[in-house]
Structure formats: C-alpha cells, structure tokens
C-alpha cells in the first residue's frame, strides 16, 4: 500500500503561482505518478503525470503552465503551477499507478490517491 501526503495548496490571486508537493510512503520508481483535480459536480480530471524516464504527459489547458517533477530519492513528486487562472480552482490529487510508462491522462487509472489539497485562485 502507498500512502500520498499532498501540501502546497491555498489561495493566490490570478496570474500567481503555487507549487504542490508530494510525498510517498515507498519508493516510486515502479510508478506513474500524476496529479489530477475535481470541483465539486464534476469529474475528476487528470492534469500531468510523469513516468521514470521523465516522460511528462499534461492536459491542453495546463500546457505550458504547469510542470511536473519528480524525486524518487526523497520519494517525492512536485506540480509547478504558474499563471493561475480562476479555472485552475480545485481540490488536487497526488495519484500514483502501476502503469510505470504512464498511459494518455484520459486512460490513466492510478491505484493510490493523496487526501487532496485545495487551490484557490480569485480573480
């Protein structure tokens, strides 16, 4: 079992910049390990994921904005988010899958799930 500790979230002003962290219990070098974000009402939506070899995946409308990154000596994965826009609001998922080579976000099933952070940005 892989337990995820999501920190980083709170509330930033359109255009800002927040960076998520998180943290594994066990190594992650067996895994794709992604962030996904759900609002309320809506599905969750997967936003980056990386695999090992540093292959990055994102959704169009973070392309360009957000970077992910991952530290599999401190067990560690990261989202940069930069140029914040209000429909960026949502409770973000540290996600962790055995599909090691990342598949499409769209297809990407993960086994383990964080607790959730939650991003605010107010125009």
């Known amino acids: 079992q892989v337990q995820l500790v999501e920190s980083g979230g709170g509330s930033v002003q359109s255009g800002g910049s927040l960076k998520l962290s998180c943290v594994a219990s066990t190594s992650l070098t067996a895994y794709c390990m992604g962030w996904f974000r759900q609002v309320p009402g809506m599905e969750r939506e997967g936003v980056a994921a990386i695999n090992n070899n540093g292959l990055t995946r994102y959704r169009d409308s973070v392309l360009g904005r957000f970077t992910i990154s991952r530290d599999d000596a401190k067990n560690m994965v990261y989202l940069q988010m930069n140029s914040l826009d209000s429909e960026d609001t949502a409770m973000y998922y540290c996600?962790?899958?055995?599909?090691?080579?990342?598949?499409?976000?769209?297809?990407?099933?993960?086994?383990?799930w964080g607790q959730g952070t939650q991003v605010t940005v107010s125009s």
């Open positions: 996600a962790g899958g055995s599909d090691w080579w990342c598949p499409n976000l769209r297809i990407f099933r993960p086994n383990y």
